[in-house]
């Protein structure tokens, strides 16, 4: 049919310019975009890697238009101030109009196919900057197991304290969930605690509330960072955390 005939050129051409200088067109995107077949991880890691980076580009981009597009009766009211440089540099913004074919709805399916094959061949920090530029990391937890969560949660956390504030906290809050889904409530704490999220630590000692050992960890690890938290329910915990044992303690130790 013509429509079979299209999609499948639309895949052929997409895996063609891999191979050309892309200019800001994204057209390895565009042509995935246009075309049905959702099995596309055959073309290999190259072609992936293509893909990913002018979805990434195309995200920022849609995010762009979408502010110029609310901006755009300011702008006209302050035009008539600017120099000529100014009025250029802004009309060429404008100019900047990406395929109809691209959408942000089109790119989170994409995402949803390329994020866990990155994801599953070692492919980590693709799909965390990946995620990031779309602004959705959170959808990490989803895709990681325990193969795999150390890596990501290793590479989301170094890239955190390389951000602003806000981003660092969305990226440190993203490794705790994977950390808490894959039952690493230690490493969780820690990251709780560069949160300074009282809420998150509280509920690691609420996840563990029948694991004694485990709140006792926990409580040693809060009373290292000199942190206070109300866990008077768990009282072998409690007593750790407030150093109230803590002559018996060394006493055990020296014996």
Known sequence: ????????????LSILY??????????????RCLSDDIDFEKWGHEYMRHLSLQMGQASVELEEQHVADEDDEKDEDEEDEMDDNDKEAVETKKNIVLDASITVDKIFHLAQIVVPYFVNHNGETDAVDLLAEMDEI?????????????????YIIACAALLPS???KQFLSAAY???????KYAEALHVAIRLDDKEKMLHLFQTVANDEPMQIQLAYILSEHKMSLDISQYQKAYDVLNNLQLTHNFEHLYT
């Open 1 to 12: 049919s013509k429509h079979a005939i299209r999609y499948r050129l639309a895949d052929v």
């Open 18 to 31: 891999t191979t050309f200088e892309d200019e800001g067109e994204h057209n390895v995107l565009k042509y």
């Open 138 to 154: 959170d959808l990490l937890k989803e895709y990681t197991d325990a193969s795999n969560y150390d890596r990501v949660c290793k």
């Open 166 to 168: 806000l981003e660092s």
């Open 177 to 183: 969930d994977i950390l808490l889904k894959n039952e």
